[in-house]
C-alpha cells in the first residue's frame, strides 16, 4: 500500500487529544547517525541507540554508503500509538518511515501487547531504518520487492554479545505467506512495480521479495545475477524483459525459488565486531518540560500536516508554547506550526523569540526565510523581502553547511519568482541531492536543472532512485520522465516531458501535499 501519511495524518487532530506524552520522563538519544526520543529510562535509552549504531555500522559496510545527517526516531508507547500518528486509519502498520530535505524520522513502538516470533520493536525499527540506507548513496533503480526484501532481511539482524552482527535469518511472522500455496511467481513479482499488489498480495512483495533476494545474495546460486538484473534494469526499464535476459528462463527460477523455500536451510552472514567499527558515542538528556509538553503537537507536525490540519494544530499548540517563551525549541517548533497555518506574522514572532535565545538557530533562520519567502511572492516579487528570504536561507547555510533544506529554499526562491537560478543557488541544489538522497522531489528538482544544462545522462541518474519507489502503486512521474529518455536526449524536448510532468518542484508556488519517501512496516 502506497502511504500517504499526510493525508493519514489529517485523523491526528480528531483523535488525539495532545497531552502531553508519556507516564515517565522523555529523553532524548544522540550518536553519530540517530536522535532517539523515548519515554524510557536512561540506561536503556543508550542500549537502544548502541543496537542502532551497531545495525548502522553493518548496513554501511554492507552497502557501501557514506555518511549521512542522522535520522530522528521516535519510540512510541505501543502499536496503538504508533497508528495514532498515522492517522489512526490505517490499522495495519507496526512503524512507518519518512524524509525529505527538512530530515528523516522514525516512529516505531516501544512495545508490544501480544507476541509473534520475529515481529518486535527492533525488527520494526530496522526494516525502516533499512530503507533509509536503501535510499541512500545511489543513483541506480531498485524494484519495489527488492527494496522490501532487503528490507526484511536485514531487519532480522542479530545482534551478537561479542560484537558482531549476523545476517539472513528469516522472518517467520512472513511464514505463512513465505511458506503459503499461493505465491507470487517471478514473473509476478517482476511486473509488481507496475502492475502493483492487490490488497491480498500486499504480503507477497515482503515475504516473497526476501526470498528472492536471499536466494541471489545469500545461497551461492547464481552468483552476481542480483546486480546484474540490476544493472539491466535500468539500461531498459523493462523488469520481464531484464529478468529474462539475466535469469534465463523464469519458470525454472522460479523452481529454484519455492525448493530453496521449502527446504528451509537458509545461509547465513556474520560480521565481527573490528568489520562494522560501531560507535559507542551516545549522549542523553532529558527533555525539557516545555519539550515534553510540546512533543505531541510536534510530532504531527514534523510528519506533514494538511491545510486543513495545520489551523488546529497550531491553534492546540500555541497557548502550551506561551508557556515557554524562553525555550527556543518550543518557539521553533511553534514558527513551524504557524507557518504551515499561514500565520506568517506568528511564525515570524516565534522565530524572533527563539533567536534571541539561540541567535544560530538553524531553524529559526529557516521559518524567517520561509516567511519573507511567501510574503514576496504574495506581493509580487517585492524585491526588499526576497533580498529579505535569502538573506535568512544563506544565514542558516552559514550554520549548518551540511543541512539540505537551506540549499533547497534557495534554490526554490529563484524560480518562485520566475528567475532563472544562478549557477551558485544551482550548485547547491546539486549539494542538496547529495545530503538528502532519500527525497525524490530534490531528485527531481536536480534532475530538471541538469536538462537545462544539456546533462541528460547526468540528469537519468540523478533521477533514477525516484523512478521506482518500494510503497510504489505503479508508474510515477519520475518513471514517465526516465522513459521519455529512452526515446530522445533532446534536452529541450525533455524538459517540455518535464514541465508536463511537473517535476520541477517549488515550495514557493506549488508546495507538494505528500512528495517525500515514505515507507510502513
Known amino acids: 500500500m502506497k502511504a500517504n501519511l499526510i493525508q493519514a495524518l489529517a485523523a491526528v487532530l480528531a483523535a488525539c487529544s495532545f497531552a502531553a506524552p508519556g507516564h515517565a520522563e522523555w529523553r532524548e538519544a544522540s550518536s553519530p547517525h540517530f536522535t532517539v526520543l523515548g519515554d524510557m529510562s536512561e540506561s536503556e535509552l543508550r542500549e537502544r541507540t548502541l543496537q542502532l549504531e551497531r545495525y548502522d555500522a553493518t548496513l ?25 500518528a498515522a492517522g489512526g486509519r490505517i490499522r495495519t502498520i507496526a512503524g512507518f518511515y519518512r524524509a525529505d530535505a527538512q530530515g528523516a524520522n522514525a516512529v516505531v513502538p516501544e512495545k508490544l501487547n501480544f507476541y509473534v516470533e520475529d515481529f518486535n520493536p527492533r525488527v520494526i525499527l530496522f526494516h525502516e531504518y533499512a530503507h533509509h540506507m536503501l535510499l541512500s548513496n545511489t543513483e541506480a533503480f531498485m524494484p519495489g520487492w527488492a527494496q522490501e526484501g532487503l528490507a526484511e532481511m536485514f531487519a532480522t539482524a542479530k545482534l551478537n554479545a561479542d560484537g558482531s552482527v549476523t545476517i539472513g535469518d528469516k522472518n517467520d511472522s512472513r511464514g505463512s505467506t513465505m511458506f503459503g500455496a499461493h505465491r507470487w511467481s517471478v514473473q509476478r513479482m517482476l511486473e509488481s512495480d507496475f502492475d502493483p499488489p492487490t490488497r491480498d498480495e500486499v504480503g507477497e512483495k515482503y515475504a516473497r521479495g526476501w526470498a528472492m533476494v536471499h536466494y541471489l545474495w545469500m545461497s551461492g546460486e547464481r ?34 525459488l519455492n525448493h530453496y523455500v521449502s527446504v528451509h536451510r537458509f545461509n547465513l552472514s556474520t560480521f565481527s565486531a573490528a568489520q562494522i567499527a560501531a560507535s559507542s558515542d551516545v549522549a542523553i538528556r532529558a527533555l525539557s518540560q516545555g519539550e ?230
Open 292 to 521: 515534553a509538553d510540546m512533543l505531541a503537537y510536534r510530532l504531527v507536525s514534523t510528519l506533514g500536516v494538511t491545510q486543513e490540519t495545520a489551523g488546529p494544530l497550531a491553534e492546540r499548540a500555541r497557548p502550551v508554547a506561551a508557556r515557554y517563551p524562553d525555550n527556543a525549541r518550543v518557539q521553533t517548533w511553534l514558527a513551524e506550526m504557524e507557518y504551515d497555518a499561514k500565520n506568517y506574522d506568528a511564525a515570524s514572532a516565534a522565530a524572533d523569540r527563539a533567536l534571541a535565545v539561540e541567535p544560530n538557530n538553524l531553524f529559526a533562520m529557516i521559518y524567517k526565510g520561509r516567511v519573507a519567502m511567501s510574503r514576496a511572492v504574495a506581493a509580487g516579487d517585492d524585491a526588499a523581502l526576497l533580498q529579505d528570504a535569502r538573506g535568512w536561507f544563506r544565514r542558516a547555510n552559514r550554520a549548518n553547511p551540511n543541512h539540505a533544506l537551506p540549499f533547497v529554499l534557495n534554490y526554490d526562491s529563484f524560480g518562485a519568482v520566475g528567475e532563472m537560478p544562478p549557477a551558485n543557488a544551482v550548485m547547491g541544489l546539486y549539494r542538496a541531492a547529495v545530503l538528502v538522497p532519500q527525497d525524490p522531489l530534490v531528485r527531481m528538482r536536480a534532475a530538471v536543472a541538469l536538462l537545462r544544462e544539456g546533462q541528460v545522462g547526468r540528469a537519468r541518474s540523478v533521477l533514477a532512485p525516484a523512478a521506482f519507489v518500494a510503497e510504489g502503486t505503479g508508474e510515477n512521474n519520475a518513471l514517465k520522465l526516465i522513459k521519455e529518455m529512452e526515446t530522445t536526449s533532446d534536452p529541450a524536448m525533455l524538459l517540455a516531458k518535464a514541465a508536463e510532468l511537473k517535476l520541477d518542484i517549488n515550495e514557493f508556488t506549488a508546495p507538494p501535499e505528500d512528495g517525500a519517501s515514505a515507507d510502513e512496516g
Open 60 to 84: 554501511r559496510y554492507l552497502l557501501g554508503v557514506r555518511e549521512t545527517a542522522p535520522v530522528t526516531v521516535y519510540v512510541l508507547d505501543g502499536l496503538g500509538a504508533v497508528q495514532q
Open 223 to 256: 552468483r552476481g545475477q542480483y546486480l546484474d538484473f540490476i544493472t539491466e534494469l535500468n539500461r531498459t526499464v523493462d523488469p520481464v524483459a531484464s529478468g529474462r535476459k539475466v535469469f534465463g528462463d523464469l519458470d525454472r527460477l522460479e523452481r529454484e
